[in-house]
T-cell receptor, first 112, second 111 residues
Framework: DVKVTQSSRYLVKRTGEKVFLECVQD?????MFWYRQDPGLGLRLIYF???????EKGDIPEGYSVSREKKERFSLILESASTNQTSMYLC???????????FGSGTRLTVV | GENVEQHPSTLSVQEGDSAVIKCTYS??????FPWYKQELGKGPQLIID?????GEKKDQRIAVTLNKTAKHFSLHITETQPEDSAVYFC??????????FGAGTRLTVKP
């Protein structure tokens, strides 16, 4: 089975800190995605990548950036964390013959 | 992108009863409709999906129906069990475009 691993389940960071959320997938998928999940809003796409060193903005990219230096790793970066970025962050990958996304377990980030 | 509307936002049923969650999409070009189940503390997991050339698909107690004319698709869970309690998300997708998710339905199955 495809495995998508997010390095942290829970994070607490201070306002203004630079935060890195890491995501690794083990099935050589081309496509990777970062979503944030908030109550009543469902999943909202922050950034996605279709290939190494390639990135595209999703619906809510403000305050975030991403890095994809290797195919298996897609990092989400909060340049200067703010309290309104407190959320659950989900990474997903897509590729091969699988048509649906495979999600990681999520990182619950709290910014204080 | 255009959203997927999902109803209800919360659903409580008695164990053994059926549960139905409905979604409406707006892009007539959408051709793939997955359903995800998210248990507490975990990421969403694909439980069933349907493509636009099929009207219904079943997998044991779970079924999905698609009405392309009305742009509706629904998740049906029969003989619900407490372990079915979770948040369920619908989504739609067209070709290589991104997946669009509904806001989720919190299903509670009471023993």
């Amino acid at each position: 089975d495809v495995k998508v691993t997010q390095s942290s389940r829970y994070l607490v960071k201070r306002t203004g800190e630079k935060v890195f959320l890491e995501c690794v997938q083990d099935m050589d998928h081309e496509n990777m995605f970062w979503y944030r999940q908030d109550p009543g809003l469902g999943l909202r796409l922050i950034y996605f990548s279709y290939d190494v060193k390639m990135k595209e903005k999703g619906d809510i990219p403000e305050g975030y950036s991403v890095s994809r230096e290797k195919k298996e790793r897609f990092s989400l970066i909060l340049e200067s964390a703010s309290t309104n970025q407190t959320s659950m962050y989900l990474c997903a990958s897509l590729g091969g013959r699988i048509y649906g996304y495979t999600f990681g377990s999520g990182t619950r980030l709290t910014v204080v | 992108g255009e959203n997927v509307e999902q109803h209800p936002s919360t659903l409580s049923v008695q164990e053994g009863d059926s549960a139905v969650i409905k979604c409406t999409y707006s892009d007539s070009a959408s051709n793939y409709f997955p359903w995800y189940k998210q248990e507490l503390g975990k990421g969403p997991q694909l439980i069933i999906d349907i493509r636009s050339n099929v009207g219904e698909k079943k997998d044991q107690r779970i079924a999905v129906t698609l009405n392309k004319t009305a742009k509706h698709f629904s998740l049906h869970i029969t003989e619900t069990q407490p372990e079915d309690s979770a948040v369920y998300f619908c989504a739609d997708k067209e070709g290589n475009n991104d997946m669009r998710f509904g806001a989720g339905t919190r299903l509670t199955v009471k023993p």
